[in-house]
């Protein structure tokens, strides 16, 4: 934006040094449990995203699963709404939601995403709920690690890893019951009775979350996802950060609770390592933004508490964005509303204008949606005959797809060309719901009336017991010249 | 593959396609696998972007080297096992005939029992069955829509089946039969039998009058009941045709190619020869029983 981005002095090192580094052994990660503000509202989200995850499959509308993709029938229900191939559009709408989302919620205040709703937190903070509650807290987890194996070391991990494969297969169980009758698919996996591709994803998407959310962990953050290395184009100086104020906390140092630390010269920061100790990727926030920073604000919380404890007042590490932190308008005391004030610029405007018109535009062609089509197809072999009695004649087969979920009787008809006229075996066809029939129809003119060559003709299908019920498509007629 | 190069480049092919993998491992091993021994300095490539950006020559990640040394060793098994090398068939004598094969077999296993289950049942039953038609309209719109039309009116040459009109005769069996032996029918060139171009002319106005059709000249009429005689080996004296040997019935308004007094002189005059193909060796015994039910059908409507 307006300012050149400050430029991060390289670290001073030997480059054997440097290998070593990049091929360095990964660190286990022992995350303390945080309690506050923001692990509150992860846990909202983490549990209000899995009651729908875990619950949706199992709501049953019109005698049949209110979610399911079935990909064999390629239909996709959502309650009352039946997708077809055709309306595939829609998840191009969806996606593109999706993106847009994304994008202005970054710009407005970093990685929400991540730190909040993303699958990878999600699992990763419910397999360590298991661990903690299994062995005991973080320092009890780094006790037992390096304990020699005994059998009490080995019941409490079988326990954990029981837990896990548990909570993995059933996440596996629910993301397949998304794509075929989840009850049917519990009976089946239970009688060891699953076809070769439902166990297959049961186990691959089982075998992904015990893998990532119980071994990978951080790991998946830092140097798979895309998110982390293109999310930097999205931020700009008025992003909303996790940041630690340097300015209030350094120098650092420890400090009694009745010390006037001012006067040693010491700054807020009492260096318990509290912020690193709670870090799920293991960083010192203390050190700037760094990639691996996930903003699940959970230093915010461990920093806040300890705060409390000195007396002195929150958000030592706190959102805040690169501008305020540097003073660039003044954040003290409404800080949050000067803030938010600064988020209402161009970027954040244009992107919320265009999701904001796809959103609309989305709802209202699904709201608008009628649920008949019709794809109409020119016999090509033949493309001209003659009538009996002496009219021309066109053939053509009209697919009529009735994509509600309850049957309806369609009335066929034709313009377009003088006294033109449909002959058909039934000029009234009964579709069931939520499928398709193909009538052969054949429409005749006298060619004493229409010119040789291309016409085109406008074929209707409308329900007879819903006159809202229609759709209607062109093709060619042709005539011959004599 | 020897059926399309000649056998003389295929130990050629085979050596270059060996030579290139296992130069590939060669290249592999001589430039990037190995690790520095102990207290050799890294290197930068000597390049600097941005003032402080360097790119150090470190070896690449072990795992990444033996992904490359498995394809190598993927590539080989391959061609080992399947025909890749020149004209070498592979150990496991896979072919794309075979593949084929195989994957009609496992269709046939999955779909014959539906097929099996029709065939038990008579082709009038069928007719009446919703699931059989349905299935016979899409073997329809596969197989026969082409030459009859999507409706199964036929066009010019192509026999309408809707009209209960038949050539060969209506009955289930006859348009079973016809279907899987297919049909060929002759009508010889007639112009020297009936007396030349008069003659023609005059047999023609006679048609038009049987057929019920208008205008015929009423004295070139009488004059072609005569020379119909010869007609009358094949349409019966009556005209009414004979189903035995295809011949059509002359005294309705149905035509085949055509009832207008230009078209029968030139049926007549040059004759007419039209094939239906057989469908056994293609569809089989139990797909053509469901068809034949759904064209009974089409024609049962009409009545």
């Known amino acids: 934006m307006s300012s050149p981005l400050p430029k991060v002095p390289l670290p001073q090192v030997e480059p054997n040094e440097l290998e070593s580094e990049l091929y360095e052994v990964r660190k286990t990660i022992y995350p303390r449990a945080v309690h ?89 903070e419910l397999f360590m709920w298991i661990e903690h509650h299994v062995e005991g807290d973080r320092s009890k987890r780094m006790k037992l690690d390096r304990e020699p ?173 690169e501008n305020a932190m540097q003073g660039k308008h003044p954040e003290e ?93 039934t000029p009234v066809v009964t579709v069931a719901g939520a499928s398709s029939v193909v009538v052969p129809v054949s429409v005749q003119v006298d060619p004493a009336a229409v010119a040789p060559g291309s016409h085109r003709i406008d074929f209707e299908v409308r329900a007879v017991d819903n006159e809202r019920l229609s759709a209607s498509s062109n093709s060619s007629f042709y005539v011959r010249a004599p | 593959m020897s059926e399309f190069t000649s056998g003389f480049w295929s130990p050629y092919i085979a050596i270059i396609t060996l030579a290139s993998v296992i130069g590939c491992a060669v290249f592999l091993k001589a430039t990037g696998g190995k690790r520095r021994p102990g207290g050799e300095k890294l290197t930068t490539t000597g390049h600097a972007w941005d003032e402080d950006l360097q790119e150090w020559n470190n070896p690449l990640p072990k795992w990444w080297t033996y992904l490359f040394y498995l394809t190598v060793v993927f590539g080989l098994v391959y061609l080992l096992l399947y025909p890749g090398l020149g004209s070498f068939p592979g150990l496991l004598g896979w072919t794309s005939v075979g593949q084929y094969e195989r994957e009609r077999e496992v269709a046939a296993k999955e779909y014959d029992p539906i097929y099996e289950k029709f065939s038990k049942m008579d082709i009038p039953a069928l007719a009446e069955n919703a699931e059989a038609r349905e299935m016979g309209q899409r073997l329809f719109l596969t197989y026969c829509y082409q030459c009859h039309g999507s409706d199964g009116r036929g066009a010019r040459g192509f026999p309408n089946l809707t009209d209960g009109d038949w050539l060969y005769g209506g009955s289930p069996e006859a348009i079973q039969t ?35 059709q208008k205008p015929f000249d009423p004295v070139l009429a009488a004059e072609g009941k005569e020379k119909f005689v010869v007609c009358a080996a094949c349409h019966g004296p009556d005209g009414k045709g004979n189903p035995a040997i295809g011949a059509p019935n002359l005294t309705d308004n149905i035509w085949l190619y055509g009832g207008s007094l230009a078209t029968i002189t030139e049926t007549v005059t040059k004759g007419r020869n039209n094939q239906m193909p057989a469908w056994k060796d293609l569809l089989g015994e139990t797909k053509v029983h469901i068809l034949a039910a759904y064209v009974y059908s089409l024609s049962q409507q009409k009545k």
């Open chain 2, 178 to 212: 016809t279907i899987l032996d297919g049909r060929h029918g002759i009508m010889p060139p007639m112009i020297d039998a009936v007396g030349g171009a008069e003659g023609v002319k005059a047999v023609a106005n006679y048609v038009r009058e049987i057929s019920g």
């Open chain 1, 149 to 321: 194996w005994s059998a009490h070391k080995l019941g409490i991990k079988a326990a954990k890893h029981g837990i896990w494969i548990a909570v993995a297969l059933w996440t596996g169980i629910t993301f397949v019951g998304y794509f075929t009758p989840i009850r049917t698919l519990l009976g089946e996996f239970i009688s060891f009775n699953l076809g070769p591709w439902e166990a297959f994803w049961v186990f691959f998407y089982g075998f992904a979350t015990y893998g990532n959310a119980g071994w990978m962990r951080e790991q998946v953050c830092k140097y798979m996802c895309p998110y982390a290395r293109f999310q930097s184009v999205m931020f700009d100086p008025d992003t909303l950060v996790i940041t630690y104020d340097p300015g209030r906390g350094e120098p650092r140092g420890s400090r009694g609770k009745s010390v006037d630390h001012r006067a040693k010269g010491l700054g807020d920061c009492v260096d318990c390592e509290i912020c690193v100790q709670v870090c799920p990727t293991g960083i010192d926030i203390r050190n700037g933004l760094q990639y691996e920073c996930i903003a699940c604000g959970a230093c915010i919380d461990g920093c806040d508490q300890v705060m409390d404890k000195m007396g002195y007042p929150r958000g030592l590490i706190r959102y805040s964005t």
């Open chain 1, 36 to 124: 506050g503000l923001f692990a509150k509202w992860r846990w909202g989200l983490v549990i209000f995203t899995q009651v729908i995850f875990y619950g949706l499959p199992w709501l049953m509308w019109n005698g049949r699963q209110a979610v399911l993709f079935d990909l064999g029938a390629r239909r996709f229900y959502i309650f009352d709404l039946v997708l077809w191939p055709q309306d595939f559009i829609f998840l191009t709408g969806l996606l593109i939601i999706s993106a847009l989302s994304l994008f202005l919620f970054t710009a407005v205040a970093g990685r929400l995403w991540c730190g909040y709703a993303c699958p990878q937190t999600v699992y990763t």
């Open chain 1, 333 to 425: 005391p409404t800080a949050l509303r000067k803030i938010a004030s600064h988020l209402l610029r161009p970027r954040v405007l244009i992107y919320s204008a265009i999701l904001a018109t796809v959103v609309v535009a989305m709802t209202a062609s699904l709201a608008m949606r009628v649920p008949v089509k019709l794809n109409v197809l020119k016999d090509r072999a033949n493309l001209v005959r003659e009538a009996s009695d002496g009219w021309v004649e066109n053939v053509y087969r009209l697919q009529i797809m009735n994509t509600a979920e309850s049957g309806h009787r369609f009335q066929v008809s034709v313009r377009g060309l003088p006294d033109v006229r449909l002959v058909s075996e």
